[in-house]
């Protein structure tokens, strides 16, 4: 399967090293998805408990890194000015 210049997004880290030693650049996380997301006002303040619970219902354990990945899109919005 060819993925040049396609963006791949995975929960599965395994699926993301593969994904990054085989030469595709553009693997990231679902967090990071969910952080570009907040950052660029596409989601709310309000989507954050929505998404986690989202997750949490499905048993995926994301929710540590949707916080991080909250934070840090907050404090870019902050630094970016206006």
């Known amino acids: 399967m060819a993925l040049s210049g396609r963006l791949l997004i995975t929960d599965d880290m395994k699926a993301r090293k593969l994904a990054e030693d085989s030469g595709h650049a553009l693997a990231q996380t679902t967090s990071h998805l969910f ?16 998404v986690i619970a989202q ?3 499905i048993e995926c354990p994301l929710a540590p890194h949707f916080e991080k990945a909250y934070e840090m899109a907050l404090q870019c919005r902050l630094n970016s000015g206006p």
């Open 35 to 50: 952080s570009w997301l907040i950052f660029k006002g596409r989601l709310g303040d309000s989507d954050k408990a929505t």
């Open 55 to 57: 997750h949490q219902s």
